[in-house]
Nanobody
Framework: QVQLVESGGGLVQTGGSLRLSCVAS????????MGWFRQAPGKEREFVAS???????AIYANSVKGRFTISRDNARNTYLQMNSLKFEDTAVYYC?????????????????WGQGTQVTVSS
């Protein structure tokens, strides 16, 4: 089993920044993809960003491209740097793990999920 724990959420004003962290523990994989998703009240969960197993490739949702950056280190941590935050970025943010090599924006590809961390952007 894999456990994912997110942290770093909070309340921030429009235009501000936050850095989310996700730490993985438990079962290990030689290669795995990490992703960030979010879900706003009354909306479906949506893709935010994904990074491949070696950190050399990342993809982003159009709504966050140029503002958010996903990264990972060798210590099983994954990060989401969020800059120029907008009111519409308000959501619960989830990290997820896909025990595969390539990036993916499909939530069905991700086998393990964290509990989420709330991000609230005040207008």
């Amino acid at each position: 089993q894999v456990q994912l724990v997110e942290s770093g959420g909070g309340l921030v004003q429009t235009g501000g920044s936050l850095r989310l962290s996700c730490v993985a523990s438990g079962q290990t994989f030689d290669t795995y993809t990490m992703g960030w998703f979010r879900q706003a009240p009354g909306k479906e969960r949506e893709f935010v960003a994904s990074i491949n197993w070696n950190g050399y490739r990342a993809i982003y949702a159009n709504s966050v491209k140029g503002r958010f950056t996903i990264s990972r280190d060798n210590a099983r941590n994954t990060y989401l740097q969020m800059n120029s935050l907008k009111f519409e970025d308000t959501a619960v943010y989830y990290c997820a793990l896909d025990p595969a090599v390539g990036v993916s924006e499909l939530p069905t590809n991700y086998k393990y999920w964290g509990q989420g961390t709330q991000v609230t952007v005040s207008s």
